[in-house]
């Protein structure tokens, strides 16, 4: 055969087995579960016959093998670990030393079983509150002065009158939290929100905030920054007599020199105990606040109390089923996944 022909022989068959391997490696590619490197092999095989016969025809070497391309649509290599979850509390609550969650807010009441909010300024019970109710629009008429017996007592709705029913406390910012709760009532509404009344221990840990001081804001009484120890005393508005009435339902909407003395949750500022980059308010002031202790114990003093103890302040003198318009709820929780 002459040169020439034999030349042109040689590259015809390189050339059909170059395109071979090139249909072989599209298909490999396609069938993501096969090894490319089955494929390659073949591929290299062609490659070599069509290197030798390039040889024969006088052809000269093309260079180091071309790396294999990376493998397309193979199983995917172990996943790294998912850091582990860091328990958290619910949107209304902070976390305090990564042990519990305390309410940002005293609470408010609510009816466990339609959502009706509950008359602040009465006993969060049927039975109750119908009677304080009924006793005050009589005794308002024989107490105080002229202008505290023209003093309406506030609205009970019909309902709370009507039915039984079982409160649930909400932490809400910017409302009149709920008083004349007594620590029964109080665990109860802990309960139904799927909380619980803090301990002792807890509640003053979250009190003294991550600085670890007496008071929300430092660790000395300052006169103002928290509803504590006010100018004035409600009973002694209303009845003369700060020892008298104290189930009376307008003692939470007195005000002296035009201002309230029971705020709406979270209007004192100041008054903000500091945990992680959030803060729990008024847990010195505003309202008195029960903890865990079936003896029967409230702590944090309210807006009239004359305290200057803060977070240490404790009163253990009446029973879990004691109730007048000072005391309050404020729930915990354990930590959740």
């Not at 009845?239 to 035009?258: E, F, Q």
Request: net charge negative; aromatic share 6%.
């Amino acid at each position: 055969m002459p040169a020439r022909s034999a030349e042109r022989a040689a590259r015809e068959r390189a050339g059909r087995r170059a395109a071979v391997a090139v249909a072989a490696e599209l298909v490999c590619v396609a069938l993501a579960g096969v090894a490319l490197a089955g494929c390659r092999s073949e591929r290299d095989g062609g490659a070599a016959d069509a290197g030798a016969g390039a040889t024969d025809a006088g052809a000269t070497d093309a260079g180091p093998a071309e790396a294999a391309p990376p493998l397309v649509g193979g199983p995917a290599g172990p996943r790294p670990p998912a850091p582990p979850v860091e328990p958290r509390c619910p949107p209304e609550m902070v976390r305090v030393a990564r042990r519990f969650c305390v309410d940002r807010y005293e609470a408010v009441l609510l009816d466990k079983e339609t959502g009706l909010e509950i008359s602040a300024f009465y006993p969060p019970s049927r039975q109750a509150a119908a009677s304080v109710e009924r006793a005050w629009s009589k005794m308002r008429l024989q107490l105080g002065d002229e202008e505290a017996r023209r003093m309406e007592l506030p609205l009970l709705p019909g309902w709370q009158k009507q039915r039984e029913f079982e409160p649930r406390a909400v932490s809400r910012k910017g409302v009149l939290p709920q008083g004349y709760t007594s620590g029964a009532q109080a665990e109860l509404a802990c309960r139904n929100a799927g909380k619980r009344l803090c301990t002792l221990d807890e509640w003053r840990t979250a009190c003294r905030g991550e600085r670890d001081e007496q008071f929300p804001y430092g660790p000395a009484y300052a006169d103002g920054q928290c509803n504590v120890f006010r100018e004035g005393h409600p009973a002694a508005v209303l009845h003369r007599d700060v020892t008298l009435g104290h189930s009376d339902p307008r003692l939470n909407l007195v005000r002296v020199a035009g201002a309230p003395l029971l705020r709406r949750t979270g209007e004192t500022a100041t008054c903000a105990s500091a945990w992680e980059g959030d803060a729990v308010s008024d847990m010195v002031g505003n309202l008195d606040e029960w903890v865990d202790d079936p003896e029967g114990t409230f702590v944090g003093g309210f807006y009239a109390r004359a305290t200057r103890e803060g977070c240490m302040s404790r009163v253990a003198s009446h029973d879990f089923a004691y109730f007048d318009y000072s005391t309050g709820v404020r729930c915990c929780a354990d930590l959740r996944e």
